[in-house]
């Protein structure tokens, strides 16, 4: 605010000097005014010195605040407590609607796969075969699409989700007890004919775009969505980590997977595992940890990491404590190295483009599929392996 003063003295100069005062004017921050001086004839010093004071003032009112401390640094954590949601979730629940799929495999077979499905609509996305049962296969893919065969491929039942949204990850603990992660929602198939369904929000992916569950049992499911989340009561209620290790934020994992030992994530420049349920996340994926997309994949004793920008590939045996590099083979510069599968037992693939190459076993890979636009590879040992992919196809290892 512009200070005007109100003794005679002050407001004959300031006329005198500037002519009739404008009004007001509005700014930040204020000026101080001086004390109204009597008019005696020490005026004229008396005003000197409280303009004086008036500058001093105003030079501190304008002066740059201080900046504001920096604050601490966050400390690195090897755990992070649970931070359990608001009591049991809201599971809705509808009838599972399902049909008889006509698969009309293709006569043509690719070599070393045996061809049980082709020709949907939908691509296929994942595929989970069930602890349970090896004949209880669950397979999903784009446009809400689930495919299941209880008789090991010689037939299969289609069943399509109302809300139509993709679905990228299934983990099948038996016929009865499925648990399929979509953009928006998880799905629980109950007793094989009903589906619960749960929303649950995403939490950035850093540049990714999938969710993932996976089980260590029926009780203990995992979901990757960002964030970690925990169930240990089928569902009912869940619990949240915001951190694998020091190396992990909100946002950033996209992978979950494990075996008896040991669970793995995908983290920023890394891959991190946890050898106790996620109370502590202290195995470590290679050093140096120099790109920001990783990929890891989890067989029965073993675990496998992929840079997608190095395109290194390694395989530890030892939960993570030494890793092994191998060279895949003469992948084309124009096919980059996206994804990896693990079944175990130095059973492993990976996907380049349009060409998957596998390991069966031991070093040499091998291109095996070319072509064929497979998306996923699952199974529980290298006896059960299967390939799905675009267009509605279903392998099965032979």
């Keep these: 605010m512009r200070a005007y003063w109100t003794t005679p003295i002050a407001a004959a100069v300031l006329i005198a000097a500037c002519g009739t005062p404008s009004p007001p004017a509005v700014s930040s921050p204020a000026l101080v005014s001086p004390p109204a001086i009597p008019p005696t004839a020490s005026s004229s010093s008396s005003v000197a010195s409280s303009s004086t004071r008036v500058a001093s003032a105003n030079r501190a009112a304008t002066a740059a605040p201080s900046p504001a401390p920096s604050p601490a640094p966050r400390p690195p954590r090897v755990s992070d407590p649970w931070t359990p949601w608001d009591g049991p979730v809201a599971w809705s629940r509808a009838p599972l609607a399902c049909k008889p799929l006509d698969a009309r495999p293709a006569a043509q077979t690719v070599p070393g796969w045996k061809t049980l499905a082709r020709g949907m609509p939908s691509s296929l996305t994942a595929v989970s075969v069930s602890r349970a049962d090896v004949n209880d296969v669950w397979i999903v893919g784009t446009e809400g699409t689930i495919l299941h065969t209880a008789d090991h491929g010689a037939s299969f039942t289609a069943c399509t989700l109302e809300s139509r949204e993709a679905l990228a990850s299934v983990w099948a603990a038996s016929r009865d007890d499925v648990l399929i992660a979509g953009d928006t929602h998880v799905f629980h198939i109950e007793q094989g004919t009903t589906v619960a369904t749960l929303s649950v929000e995403l939490e950035g992916h850093c540049g990714t775009g999938r969710n993932a569950v996976f089980g260590l049992s029926p009780a203990e499911v995992w979901l990757a969505n960002g964030v970690l989340l925990r169930t240990t009561d089928r569902g009912v209620t869940w619990s949240r980590v915001r951190a694998c290790g020091s ?132 199974g529980r040992d290298e006896k059960e392996v299967w390939a799905v992919g675009a267009r509605g196809l279903v392998l099965r290892r032979m």
Excluded: Y
């Design 247 to 378: 190396q992990i934020g909100d946002g950033c994992t996209s992978e979950i997977q494990g075996n008896a030992r040991e669970l793995w994530t995908d983290c920023p420049f890394t891959a991190d595992g946890s050898a106790d349920h996620g109370a502590t996340w202290t195995l470590a994926g290679w050093t140096p940890s120099t790109e920001e997309q990783m990929h890891v994949a989890v067989g029965s004793d073993d675990v496998w990491m992929v840079g997608q920008s190095s395109q290194r590939v390694a395989r530890s045996t030892d939960g993570g404590a030494t890793w092994v590099d191998e060279t895949v083979g003469k992948i084309a510069v124009d096919r980059r190295i996206s994804s990896v599968a693990s079944v175990g037992h130095g059973w492993a693939w990976v996907f380049a483009g349009d060409e998957v190459w596998g390991r069966h076993g031991k070093v040499p890979w091998v291109r095996e599929l070319v072509g064929e636009a497979v998306s996923a590879i699952g």
